[in-house]
């Protein structure tokens, strides 16, 4: 409970911050669009071609690509700024400043901010999703809406942890910012359906960085193409790794040298 | 003549410097070019497997799987040879002043920019050569065999490149007026997705979008050279297709010195 306000102060402190700079809401509304146009100009021009790739339609594509861009968003939104911070604060020694306070460091470490700029493209996604749907004529009944729920829920834990996990990996090596950049590059994979990579990448795209994991399952779940079932697998393999690297992140905390120890 | 080749040179050795300091830095940065490419290569050739082997477009101009892969490595070479960023950098200086003491010399920015801009593609090149190299032999393009026209590319990569520079810059210069140029910037990336080919072979562009493509400045700054190279330009076409190069690059600067001259006086950080 005590937790949770915390949660609540923190965002909205953050949130008072960005507001000071309202423009950059729709820089990165008008940025999103246009990224959006690109990716679906280029699938539709292939699609003009042809009817399914690899078994995908052009409205299954889009609701992937929909979830591509929510992800994209929440992990700008909420998880990014956090990592980001956290790496700068171990290289300059002013992570002794979070582990001195008295909550528990790995919530005021990795929750403390938030860039609510970056929601803009958590409503492009939610657009295009809606869109797409009504395209499809799916019915989105109570089964796909919770396991796409459950899904994403499990896709933002596997992101998290991913993420802690690098962070943790600054404890020895310190300078790993170019790392993100590598993932991000992984992460752009994820914008198309994983069947159209060859055999090889597919593999390094579901076990090495789960891209496949957090957007392809997420959008099956939504269009009605997963097994209900499999949604509590993947919330498994959620937990499971938010307490892995979560445990990760402790030992590897005794491994940091601050600035005055 | 003499002057600029010493200025050149000094601007390239320091480039060079600074870009192996960071060489590591660098070399993941310039992997951002792999990433377009080859997915629009995974895209196509999943397309063309899901479609009996092969595209035919509106031209009747046809890409197997190979032909795509041919397509998209080439243009991913062309496309790190002649990439610009200076708009990002330009903003930057702009916001925070920095362009001031750039003015006080006594040669225009552009010449320090575009000298480092070549010493980056210098040295990553180098290091991207194994790679290129890997890419080819695994993904299996298939290539023309070997003749002079092929040559041509190399004139056409060089204005494609001044080309490419001239107009990224003078969007960049936009930021004297507005300071923040990020939506801008994006803009054009779109375009140019479009329009260079980056995202397709413009000749399989339907409609009206190929039309467009035909005439359109970016056809000259990618397209062009990577056709040169995989011997699709009929040779009845290859002189229009240089004297478009020409005609953008003349307009480009154009462009650029109006702007340029403009922005000038619009420039206001402290001490200006």
């Keep these: 409970m005590r937790y949770l306000r915390l949660l609540g102060a923190f965002y909205r402190t953050s949130i008072q911050t960005d507001m000071e700079y309202r ?30 790739i690899k078994g995908w339609s052009f409205s299954h594509v889009m609701v992937l690509l929909a979830v591509y861009y929510l992800m994209d968003g929440l992990i700008e939104t909420f998880i990014a700024p956090n990592m980001r911070n956290i790496m700068a604060q171990v290289r300059e020694g002013t992570l002794d400043f979070v582990l001195l306070k008295p909550v528990v460091p790995q919530f005021m470490a990795t929750l403390r901010t938030i860039n609510i700029w970056r929601i803009a493209n958590i409503l492009v996604a939610l657009g295009l999703a809606g869109y797409s749907i009504s395209r499809l004529s799916l019915s989105v009944g109570l089964s796909e809406a ?116 | 003549m003499k002057y600029w080749i010493n200025i050149y040179r000094a601007h390239l050795k320091i480039g060079t410097a600074i870009m192996f300091q960071y060489r590591f830095a660098v070399l993941i940065w310039a992997v951002w070019g792999f990433v377009g490419p080859l997915l629009g290569l995974a895209v196509w050739s999943a397309a063309s497997s899901s479609h009996g082997g092969n595209i035919t477009g509106p031209q009747g101009a046809t890409f197997t799987d190979r032909d795509f892969a041919a397509y998209f490595l080439v243009f991913m070479i062309v496309s790190h040879l002649t990439m610009s960023w200076d708009a990002f950098e330009f903003a930057f200086r702009v916001r925070d002043g920095n362009l001031s003491p750039r003015l006080l010399k006594p040669i225009h920015p552009i010449h320090g920019d575009l000298a480092t801009n070549l010493a980056f593609k210098f040295v990553t090149s180098t290091m991207l ?43 960049a210069l936009i930021a004297f007026w507005t300071t923040r140029v990020e939506a801008i910037n994006q803009f054009y990336f779109t375009l140019d997705g479009f329009l260079a080919g980056r995202i397709a072979p413009l000749a399989l562009l339907p409609g009206w979008l190929g039309v467009v493509a035909t005439y359109s400045p970016f056809r000259s700054m990618g397209y062009f050279p990577v056709e040169l190279i995989l011997g699709r330009v009929p040779s009845d076409q290859i002189l229009s297709g240089f004297l478009f190069q020409v005609f953008w690059l003349v307009v480009g600067v154009g462009v650029f010195r109006l702007m340029w001259a403009g922005g000038i006086k619009q420039y206001s950080a402290v001490g200006a």
């Design chain 1, 23 to 52: 423009a950059d809401f729709f820089t990165r509304i008008i940025a999103s669009l246009l990224g959006l146009l690109t990716t679906i100009g280029s699938l539709s021009v292939a699609f003009t071609y042809t009817t399914n």
């Design chain 1, 146 to 261: 919770s396991s796409f729920a459950i899904t994403l829920l499990a896709g933002t834990a596997v992101v998290y942890s991913f993420w802690l996990f690098l962070v943790t990996l600054t404890f020895w090596f310190v300078r790993l910012d170019n790392i993100e950049q590598v993932i991000w590059q992984a992460f752009e994979a994820g914008r198309y359906p994983i069947e159209i990579y060859p055999y090889w990448l597919r593999g390094a795209l579901t076990y090495v960085i789960p891209v496949a994991f957090i957007i392809t399952v997420p959008a099956k779940a939504l269009t009605g193409q997963l097994a209900f079932s499999y949604s509590f697998v993947a919330l498994g393999m959620g937990c499971l790794s938010i307490l892995l690297s979560s445990a990760f992140w402790r030992y590897g905390l005794r491994f940091y040298t601050g600035a005055s120890s």
């Design chain 2, 129 to 171: 050569l194994p790679i290129w190299a890997l890419l080819f032999y695994f993904l299996k393009p298939s290539l023309p065999p070997p003749n002079w026209t092929q040559l041509l590319a190399i004139p056409a990569i060089l204005i494609a490149l001044v080309l490419r520079y001239i107009w990224q810059y003078s969007l």
